[in-house]
């Protein structure tokens, strides 16, 4: 028989493994820079309304005087002075931490149980009533409760806020996983992927665009459930600071407090949960491209 000729050595994949991988890192920055971009261009219209709305601000003030609504003007210079003395970034951290923390335990029990929950008729039957009562509870009332329940500290605005939050996240997730699509899941099981890979590929990113807006509006809810708690429940935090101010007639006080926490509350959102949003919502722009 004729000798078989030899064959070619193997070429190691390391080298070319390694080289596509470079290759690829000029394509991603380009991507991420893209994205980034488009988010801050994307800023434009909220820079717009705020300044809109800062306008319209101005004429009220203009009109009414400074007793009755201090301008814009007026008001964040009284918050500079706030913030140089020294006085607001302790009672700005106080509130945040006790909405961070309300906030955090009802996004977990709301979004784990509203999941759960979707995923049998029979418990999204028996939640439902329960949701809509919770939803139909006024925060005053959760907090005139919880002030005989725990006192005045930090667990009486903390409940307030996860109580208030927890039936709107819960709402989000349980229809979330109410609405998965079988033929995906289907489709998933023939192809015989991996658990996890269908968990995070199939079933999470459209449980979390039903779950996004509701942590959103959980987030506004959570802040002015939390000052309200602070003003009638708490000696520190945002709330009991614009408490003070009213008893002493400091409007540009009263209103330096109140922009202090929107300003908070517009940098979680745009900052954090935005930008989070974007991210696991990609296939979005992919599907509208």
Not at 3 to 11: C, F, L
Not at 64 to 71: D, E, K, S, T
Not at 114 to 122: E, Q, V
Not at 223 to 246: N, Q, T, Y
């Amino acid at each position: 028989m004729p000798d078989r000729a030899p064959s070619a050595p193997d070429t190691p994949a390391g080298p070319d493994a390694s080289a596509g991988w470079m290759a690829a890192v000029p394509r991603r920055l380009a991507d991420g820079t893209g994205a980034v971009l488009t988010y801050l261009w994307g800023g434009w219209g909220a820079v717009a309304s705020l300044l809109l709305f800062c306008a319209l601000w101005e004429w009220g003030g203009q009109y009414y005087g400074p007793l009755i609504l201090p301008g814009p003007l007026a008001t964040f210079q009284r918050l500079g002075d706030l913030l140089a003395s020294g006085l607001a970034a302790p009672e700005l951290w106080i509130s945040a931490r006790r909405t961070l923390t309300g906030l955090g335990a009802a996004v977990l029990a709301g979004s784990v149980l509203g999941m759960l929950a979707g995923r049998s008729l029979t418990a999204a039957l028996v939640s439902r009533p329960l949701v809509t009562l919770l939803l139909g509870m006024p925060p005053i009332a959760w907090l005139v409760l919880a002030m005989l329940w725990f006192g005045m500290g930090d667990a009486t605005p903390v409940f307030t806020v996860a109580v208030a939050c927890f039936p709107i996240v819960f709402a989000g997730a349980m229809q979330g996983a109410r609405t998965l699509d079988g033929q995906l899941t289907d489709v998933a099981r023939v192809y015989r992927l991996p658990w996890w890979t269908t968990l995070l590929d199939v079933h999470l990113p459209h449980v979390v665009s039903y779950l996004l807006p509701a942590w959103i509006t959980a987030l506004g809810i959570s802040w002015k459930v939390v000052v309200m708690a602070e003003l009638l429940a708490a000696s520190d935090g945002a709330g009991a600071a614009l408490a003070v101010s009213r008893a002493q007639l400091d409007m540009a006080g009263s209103m330096g407090w109140i922009v202090a926490v929107l300003g908070l509350l517009l940098a979680i959102e745009y900052l954090l949960l935005e930008p989070l949003k974007r991210t696991i919502e990609r296939w979005r722009a992919a599907d509208a491209s």
